[in-house]
């Protein structure tokens, strides 16, 4: 029978949300970033204001680990915080292949530390 994933035995993902959680001073709040990591699996989608709340609540540095890993975590070199946009959000369009999906997203969190 093969397991499937969760986020709570993905050792490394959970290693970085406790590390920001310890971080944000609050380590129960640790469970919203659960939340919002579960959300992005089952949808594999991104939005930008999941990524604003990573970055003001757990003091994830993201957007800026997506511009310096661009080329592997969006397939493309972009040079700046506001070019990560447009790789957000639905899958719409003649580049929908390349929007950020949940599996570059959590290499990209667990690389930010």
Known sequence: ??????IENDYPLMESINHYAKISNNDDYRYKFIEIMKRIEAEDVVFLSDL?????????????????????YLREQISRISE??????????????????????????????
């Not at 970055?55 to 310096?68: G, W």
């Open 52 to 72: 604003l709340l990573l970055e003001t609540e757990f003091k994830c540095p993201i957007r800026v680990q997506l511009v310096k890993g661009s080329v592997f």
């Open 1 to 6: 029978m093969k397991d499937e994933y969760t």
């Open 84 to 113: 990560v946009n447009r790789f957000l959000g639905r899958r719409i369009g003649k580049n929908g292949d390349r929007k950020l999906d949940f599996n570059h997203l959590r290499n990209a969190i667990n690389a930010t530390w």
